[in-house]
Structure formats: structure tokens, C-alpha cells
């Protein structure tokens, strides 16, 4: 396994755990709960494209902060922990704890496309301090927000048929399925491409 392969799995494992456990936390803050319901239910009231480009335009955003070298693996942790403690704030309110939303979100396709792609982003960012290769960290750019594409795209549509039933947003697995084996590729062609030749003596 590459090095850099390697660093993405334990970060991707470091989020969900802060994602986990920041939700488990007792959150109660009314007002915070009200403003993400209030922002979040002006974005499901649009149409599906357009809800897939707000999705897609705010998680690109946070990626590419999360693209600073070093800086970015701080910038993740702080990211998801604070979704995660928006998520107790609002579950809290509702009288369950936050945990349990968590959970459910991470059986959900969409979170299995968008939450790798913070810690390939902050992988990316660290490996640039490492071996200097600029070329495979501007394609990792690209790749992020291909994958956040792919990951906006498909948490609309779970929000769409979320509308009509529950669980036909599961259905948005058999799409997924082709995705991750379309950006396991593309990761891989990433690899391939931006290896530096090794120096012969």
C-alpha cells in the first residue's frame, strides 16, 4: 500500500471517530439548532440541481481549505467535529441523542462519497510538505471535487426521494457502487501518473 494511501485511511478513520463522538456529546443549544434548520431547509426547498450545486459549492469550499499543508489536518478535525456537534444540538432537541443520527447518516451512500474526500484533501495537503510533488497534489484538487460532485449529487437525490419515502434513499446505493468503483480508478490513475521517477545511481 502507498504511503500516502496508508496516512488517508488512518485520517478517514480519525474523522469518523471525531464525527461519532462529537455527535455523542450533550448539546443543548436551542438556537444553534434552529439557524441549521432554517439554513437547511432553504436549500431542500430547491430544485434538485440547484440543491445539488449549493451541496457541492459549500463541501468544495471546505475541502480546499482543508487542501493547506499541515494546516488542513487541524481544519478537518475542526470541520467535522463541529458537524457532528450541530447534529447533537439538533437531534438534542428533538429528544434523541446525536449519536444515533450519526449513525443513520453513515448508512447513507452520499456520506461514503463525501466524508473520504476531507481526508484526501488534508492527506494531499500533508504529503505536499513531504515530497514536494505539486503535480499529484493539483490533480488531487480535481479529484476532491469530483468526488464531492459525485457526493452532492447524490445526497439531492436521497433528499428527493427522502420526500416520498425514507427508504428509497437507499436505493442511491446501486449509483454509488459505480461511483467508488469509477473514483478508485481515478485515484489510482492519480497514483500512477504523479509517481516521481526514482533516481538511479
Not at 496516512?7 to 463522538?21: H, R, S, T
Not at 479529484?143 to 428527493?160: K, P, T
Amino acid at each position: 500500500m502507498r504511503r500516502q494511501t496508508l496516512v488517508f485511511f488512518i485520517l478517514f478513520i480519525i474523522e469518523l471517530l471525531i464525527f461519532i463522538g462529537t455527535s455523542a456529546l450533550p448539546v443543548n443549544q436551542p438556537e444553534l439548532a434552529s439557524k441549521f434548520q432554517s439554513e437547511r431547509s432553504s436549500i431542500v426547498s430547491l430544485p434538485y440541481p440547484l440543491e445539488a450545486l449549493s451541496i457541492f459549492t459549500h463541501n468544495y469550499e471546505v475541502a480546499l481549505a482543508e487542501f493547506i499543508p499541515a494546516l488542513g489536518v487541524g481544519i478537518m478535525g475542526y470541520s467535522i467535529g463541529s458537524t457532528g456537534y450541530v447534529l447533537s444540538a439538533v437531534s438534542n432537541e428533538q429528544g434523541v441523542p446525536g449519536w444515533i443520527p450519526a449513525i443513520f447518516l453513515l448508512t447513507l451512500p452520499h456520506s461514503w462519497l463525501e466524508l473520504p474526500s476531507y481526508a484526501f484533501a488534508a492527506t494531499a495537503g500533508l504529503f505536499l510538505l513531504i515530497d514536494r510533488n505539486w503535480k499529484r497534489f493539483l490533480y488531487m484538487i480535481g479529484f476532491v471535487g469530483l468526488e464531492l460532485f459525485f457526493a452532492a449529487s447524490v445526497e439531492a437525490g436521497e433528499i428527493v426521494l427522502e420526500n416520498v419515502n425514507a427508504i428509497y434513499s437507499y436505493l442511491f446505493w446501486i449509483p454509488a457502487a459505480l461511483l467508488f468503483y469509477v473514483l478508485y480508478e481515478v485515484y489510482e490513475y492519480i497514483m500512477d501518473v504523479t509517481e516521481k521517477p526514482k533516481v538511479q545511481y
